[in-house]
């Protein structure tokens, strides 16, 4: 009898609980690591683990500044706006969300443990909550305020 692979069986009920939650960066996320689990291609995981979340930072960066680059925003109306309380608010809340994603990935580096309950908690407030699937880097943070961790 075959034994079974438990981080294959976590990788499967994540992508199962992305399905659910109509949660498809996790689904996705979880499939693909599932694929390079048996298809026997390990080489890639500490390579993932190392530069992933870096990899993703800049996509999801690129995925910002692109109506810059393709001229879509107007860069004279975004300057023009950068004094209104509403753009400073927004720089505040930046300069806040920024730090608290520093801080949740630096808990995610030292108690990687926690992973699993972020993401069901994600996948929770998409599902329940109607939210965008964007929180657990930003609920690390928030957690190690709580946490008091560094």
Do not use: C
């Amino acid at each position: 009898m075959p034994s079974i692979d438990p981080p294959a069986v976590a990788l499967l009920a994540l992508a199962a609980f992305g399905v659910l939650g109509s949660n498809s960066s996790i689904s996705i996320a979880a499939v693909a690591l599932l694929l390079l689990r048996v298809t026997k291609l390990h080489q890639a995981f500490p390579w993932l683990e190392r530069y992933g979340l870096s990899v993703g930072i800049v996509v999801l960066t690129v995925g910002i500044l692109a109506p810059i680059a393709s001229g879509s925003l107007d860069v004279r109306a975004m300057y023009a706006s950068i004094f209104h309380w509403q753009s400073l608010a927004a720089v505040v809340v930046g300069l806040l969300v920024a730090y608290l994603g520093g801080r949740g990935a630096a808990l995610l580096a030292q108690q990687p443990t926690i992973v699993a309950g972020l993401l069901l908690g994600t996948i929770l407030g998409v599902a329940f909550l109607r939210g965008v699937p964007v929180g657990p880097l930003i609920a690390a943070g928030i957690l190690s305020l709580l946490l008091g961790a560094k």
